[in-house]
């Protein structure tokens, strides 16, 4: 930077300046400049200068300087300065005389001043006279004055009137925030009652007005774009999006981010932000809170927290008390939570006051919220109505319920409808919502499928050397799909496809893993594969198993295992079993094999 020399002189007095020892800094020079301007625009004022005097007034204006300000301004504004004119409004308005502010703003309107059209405009909006409000504000607006346009588009839409997004648009244009944050919201309203491609075309506007506002500083903005970046899976930017809104003092954004924080992981992190937002009022945190200190065991923090949610006007607070109070045995407790959040219309706390009424045997009592939960959405509700229905023999009004519940995804519903169905004989509508449930996760579901693909599989093809060929079907995969799950029909069925493909290890495999769970049919063809095997001694183990389950066959076979070994009394015993339990061939056998061994035992 240059030294100033001996020879600067100070503005307009002919007086050298001193040399200085020390340069002076950019901020001295500034305000030194500034200081010039100003004793320039007095001097210019005071020669008659209007533009000079309207100037000076704004500059004194903006400085707070209102008693310095008027004189200038009024001398502007009588030699006809419309922005002086507004200006002198603008004054008069700030020291309470409203009245006399807008005669001088009607007067710089009239003159073409926008400012003082959006002035005056606000003005009679104020006082209630909306049809003068509207036309000052247009007149704003059309000259391209973004606040008046702004204004236009506030006035329109509380009126309900179509042209209010014109005008909002043309603010956001022209950078004001809250009119691009405004426009985004009432984008946002209308794609979510469009159809889901109207929807679709309408996110990256949507998207686009949100990141305007936000990059000015607006938190709410922050906060939306953050969801549609986090729904987008975004998740790194939709962080940071969080982040920002919730420095600025967004509770909801602290909370989301607290989520966001969680999912990945960080828990303590997520407990931080979630504190935040809770001491801000937001009950949702303080939910999340809760169920925090809940899974770690610390009850009364829980409880504390589902308390403070509640008094933020959360209804889940009084649901997680009542899972609070349910799991810890307060049933009484648990009802009252559950209902005061019922009451306020949860549907999840009305299921679930349901469900605790039935368990203590009022039914009656019971059914009426579970009507009331289902009406309001609860696809579990639903569920749990089918099954009341069902158990009073009511099927046509189960078969009601479980058909809403799965047409909501309800796995379990699903496979209600697919069984109703499959017993009616529509195998074709059975086969898509055993579909569904089974692609839901039900091993049950699953099943059943397999057996309705399996029943009208066609033969299986001769290889040309006469062996059959196994390949592997739909049936077989839907089928081993529910045996992984621990469905022990489909772990025999399974079994039972690989010994036809002559795999005696994966048959075994899964004959043990049925009959090791309970079921007498994989012991029983577990015992015939090891027999086959010539293990009949362990064969023999796992028929007893199966006998003493009520398998029939398993105890003809073992009345025939103890004949052959001369152990005819044990046989006998067997197959008297055997003769109990059927079916019918299976008796027949039996029958004649005890008469041989009784005359054996009696010669």
Request: aromatic share 6%; proline share 2%.
């Amino acid at each position: 930077m240059d030294v100033m020399g001996d020879k600067a002189t100070l503005f307009e007095t002919g007086r050298f300046v001193q040399p200085s020892s020390e340069e002076p800094t950019r901020d001295e020079m500034g305000d030194m400049g500034e200081a010039a301007d100003e004793v320039r625009l007095r001097l210019a004022a005071q020669a008659g200068d209007a533009e000079a005097s309207s100037v000076l007034g704004a500059v004194l204006l903006r400085r707070g300087d209102l008693d310095g300000a008027e004189a200038p301004l009024r001398a502007a504004t009588a030699a006809g300065d419309r922005a002086a004119a507004n200006n002198l409004g603008v004054l008069l308005h700030q020291r309470g005389y409203a009245d006399e502010a807008a005669g001088w703003w009607r007067i710089a309107a009239v003159a073409g001043s926008a400012a003082a059209a959006h002035a005056l405009g606000r003005h009679h909006r104020e006082r209630g006279d909306e049809p003068a409000a509207e036309y000052w504000l247009r007149q704003s607006a059309e000259q391209g004055h973004v606040l008046g346009a702004y204004a236009l588009a506030d006035l329109l839409e509380h009126r309900g009137d179509a042209g209010a997004e014109h005008w909002m648009r043309a603010a956001a244009e022209r950078g004001h925030r809250e009119a691009a944050y405004r426009l985004a919201r009432a984008l946002d309203r209308r794609a979510a009652h469009e159809d889901e491609a109207g929807a679709d075309n309408a996110v990256e506007e949507i998207e686009q007005w949100y990141r305007q506002a936000a990059a000015r500083g607006h938190r709410r903005a922050a906060l939306h774009l953050g969801a549609i970046l986090e729904k987008r899976g975004d998740l790194k930017e939709a962080g940071r999006w969080y982040l920002t809104s919730a420095k600025d003092g967004e509770a909801r954004a602290a909370c989301a981010l607290g989520f966001l924080l969680r999912d990945a992981g960080d828990t303590e992190s997520a407990a931080v932000w979630w504190l935040r937002a809770a001491q801000d009022g937001d009950g949702n945190a303080a939910n999340a809170l809760g169920a925090l200190h809940a899974e770690r065991g610390e009850t009364q923090t829980a409880e504390r927290w589902y308390r403070a949610a509640l008094d933020a006007g959360d209804d889940n607070g009084a649901y997680n008390l009542g899972l609070l109070s349910a799991e810890q045995g307060r049933t009484a407790q648990a009802e009252q939570w559950y209902r005061r959040a019922a009451y306020a219309g949860h549907r999840e706390a009305a299921n679930a006051l349901a469900i605790l009424l039935l368990q203590g045997g009022d039914t009656t009592g019971a059914e009426p919220w579970f009507s009331k939960a289902a009406e309001a959405g609860s696809v579990d509700a639903a569920f749990n109505l089918g099954i009341l229905h069902a158990g009073r023999g009511e099927e046509a009004v189960a078969l009601r319920w479980y058909e809403r519940a799965a047409s909501a995804g309800h796995t379990e519903a699903a496979l209600q409808v697919g069984m109703a169905l499959l017993r009616e004989g529509d195998e074709q509508e059975a086969e898509r919502h055993l579909r569904c449930a089974a692609g839901g996760g039900s091993a049950e579901a699953a099943y059943r499928l397999a057996a309705v693909l399996d029943a009208r599989r066609p033969p299986e093809p001769a290889h040309e050397l006469g062996e059959i060929v196994h390949e592997k079907t739909e049936c077989e995969e839907w089928y081993e799909r529910a045996a992984t799950q621990g469905h022990r029909r489909a772990q025999v069925r399974v079994g039972m496809l690989a010994a036809a493909r002559g795999d005696v290890v994966e048959a075994a495999r899964w004959y043990r893993a049925a009959a090791e769970a309970g079921s007498r049919n994989g012991a029983f063809n577990l015992g015939l594969l090891l027999a086959r095997e010539g293990s009949e001694p362990e064969a023999a183990v796992w028929w007893t198993r199966a006998a003493d389950a009520g398998h029939g066959r398993a105890a003809l076979r073992l009345a025939l295992v103890y004949a052959r070994r001369g152990e005819l009394a044990e046989g006998q015993k067997w197959a008297d079993r055997a003769v109990a339990l059927g079916p019918a061939e299976v008796a027949e056998r039996a029958e004649r094999l005890r008469d041989a061994l009784r005359e054996e035992l009696s010669a």
